[in-house]
């Protein structure tokens, strides 16, 4: 009778212990499936077929007369692009994949999906859809750049859109729409704006609202976890150039442009200097000032920050009225410096280890004041000598 109970038992016991297994399992492989839904959805991971599924539907717009530009042919028909791959880490864009263009690598991007645009079109009294004419869109994408991006200039239409060859001769409304669609592209915008500048890598063409960049090796996180005297030898040099980055951000334009999302992976190597490689929120002062000063309502003091460009909440009054109290240098000496790890090493002296916190989180403010132009010099000063007295190539491609 013992027996047959404990073999009763046993049985259940062994019953509810592949139960608990098997919802175990279950719960295991939901919660992979849905986190790896919303990687690929957030496009923190990517798949091919993602941007094979895009591209044949920009080159069926192309064919049906709705995507313009230079760079469709060659994506589409004739077949000087190949060797598509995307590149993960991009959140918030639609579409960002390195491809071969004549044997050259390039990045192609584009912003969004077409839904998430401003429509170029707005509803009259009596219902009907109302487009502008030409001259309209002229003024609208002027006024847009003006309050977005603080920027007056001349011939403003042939500098954003240098890839529609001869659009002026046939204005047609797909093709309004296409610029129109462009223009609320950060990126694109900024890049187009300073295709002087070497801080940027250039455009080379666009088709509908994809645009190729040139390719720039971005700061690999590899080494950084090595604390070998070589590694961190060539993160000194990273860190070198990109204090020079940062003072020709601050000096060579009219207005100082402020990185407002500061991640090392949006940083990059091209032709032995660093670049910006993602400009969706590269901004001049001026309109950053605007932005996290706007009158809105606030709790805390992050309620006005634009990403990393940091502000401050009135208190009596409870709104955002104080413009940007940090700098690139403070935001780049927390997130890249420390936060990063590129300059966290052993080998680091002492004295220069608090001056990257100081740096980092001036008098204590959690980030919200400005770190002191004497910091980059001293900084800059530390790379320089240990540089030196390492006395090796300074190659930063390392």
Known sequence: MRLHVKRKISKITHLVFHRRCLLLVLFVSTFSMISVFYLVQWNII??????????????????????FGSLCEPLCNNGEISALSCEPMHKGKFAVFTALWNNSLVVIKSHRVKSEYIPLQWIASNSSEVFPNYQELVEMVTQSMLANFGVQKENLMNRLYPFLVDYHNDVSRELMINLWQLSQDNEYVTLMINQHSHLFPKILSSCGTFYAVEYAK??????????????????????KLMLELLDELQTSFVD????????LEHFGLLNGRLVLLDADTVFP??????????????????????FDCRSLCNKVLNICDTPTVNNNLQTVCQKIFLDSGLLISRYLPLPTSRLLRDCANPNFSQGRQIAPVQFHYQLANFLNEFLNMMALPQNPDE
């Open 285 to 306: 002062k001026a309109v950053v000032d605007r932005s996290v000063a706007d009158g809105r309502k606030c709790w805390k003091h992050s309620d006005c920050d634009l």
């Open 218 to 239: 971005p700061i690999s996180r590899l080494n950084i976890y090595s604390d070998r005297l070589q590694d961190f030898v060539s993160r000194v040099r990273q860190a």
């Open 256 to 263: 100082p442009i402020h990185i407002c999302d500061v991640k």
């Open 46 to 67: 990517c798949l091919n077929i993602d941007i094979e599924a895009r591209l044949n539907t920009l080159c069926m717009e192309y064919n049906e007369g709705k995507a």
